[in-house]
């Protein structure tokens, strides 16, 4: 059994950035393909980036192309996502994700392993 947990959620202003991480146990971490979704109020999860395995390869939503980063740090068994120029709309709770593919996929239906979320709140 996969556990994730992820961290470095909070408050901030529009225009602000926050940090996300999510911790891997229980398996080899570079056996995942990682991804990050979200969820508002109301409305479905959604992808917003996933990662390769191992050459860096990645994917994002449009919505936060330019704006958020993800990267990956095998030997730390972690996955982070970098969210820059946050906007009152990037408001949801996010989710990591591992899915046992190679390159990361949209699909939530896809991933294998999903950690217990972590809340961003932008303000405007």
């Known amino acids: 059994q996969v556990q994730l947990v992820e961290s470095g959620g909070g408050l901030v202003q529009a225009g602000g950035s926050l940090r996300l991480s999510c911790t891997a146990s229980?398996?080899?971490?570079?056996?995942?393909?990682m991804g990050w979704f979200r969820q508002a109020p109301g409305k479905e999860r959604e992808f917003v980036a996933g990662?390769?395995?191992?050459?860096?390869?990645?994917l994002y939503a449009d919505s936060v192309k330019g704006r958020f980063t993800i990267s990956r740090d095998n030997a730390k068994n972690t996955v982070y996502l970098q969210m820059n120029s946050l906007k009152p709309e990037d408001t949801a709770v996010y989710y990591c994700?591992?899915?046992?593919?190679?390159?990361?996929?949209?699909?939530?239906?896809?991933?294998?392993?999903w950690g217990q979320g972590t809340q961003v709140t932008v303000s405007s």
């Open positions: 994700a591992a899915d046992w593919t190679y390159y990361p996929r949209t699909d939530r239906d896809q991933y294998n392993y």
């Open positions: 229980g398996h080899t971490f570079s056996s995942f393909a």
């Open positions: 990662i390769s395995r191992s050459d860096g390869n990645t």
